[in-house]
């Protein structure tokens, strides 16, 4: 199993970008995705994630109506469409794939993480 996470960069507040995560290895259509991010000297913080079927969604308080997270079964592919984006937002963003029911926030519920991509957002 492979998660290939892209998309990350530097952006001034206020901006967009859109984080990419490509699975290869696994049946995509069957696992809940999420995204995490760990800023520096902090741990790894859940951010969202969608499940697997009916697409349902759910986003941590801070990125609620900010980021949106979808899935693209053909492409094996998961999004995070991130806007208006705060300095805060800084951290190396990892995507992770578990196949058990429901949405976990807990990294330790994830079996597949992919590298991460580091999102930088200056003031």
């Known amino acids: 199993v492979q998660l290939q996470a892209s998309g990350g960069g530097l952006v001034q507040a206020g901006g967009s970008l859109r984080l990419s995560c490509a699975a290869s290895?696994?049946?995509?259509?069957?696992?809940?995705m999420g995204w995490f991010r760990q800023a520096p000297g902090k741990e790894r913080e859940w951010v969202s994630c969608i499940n697997s079927g009916v697409p349902r969604t759910y986003y941590i308080d801070s990125v609620q109506g900010r980021f949106t997270i979808s899935r693209d079964n053909a492409k094996s592919t998961v999004y995070l469409q991130m806007d208006s984006l705060k300095p805060e937002d800084t951290a190396v963003y990892f995507c992770?794939?578990?196949?058990?029911?429901?949405?976990?926030?807990?990294?330790?519920?994830?079996?597949?993480w992919g590298q991460g991509t580091l999102v930088t957002v200056s003031s």
């Open positions: 290895g696994l049946t995509f259509g069957t696992y809940r």
């Open positions: 992770a794939a578990r196949l058990t029911a429901g949405c976990g926030t807990q990294p330790g519920l994830y079996r597949h």
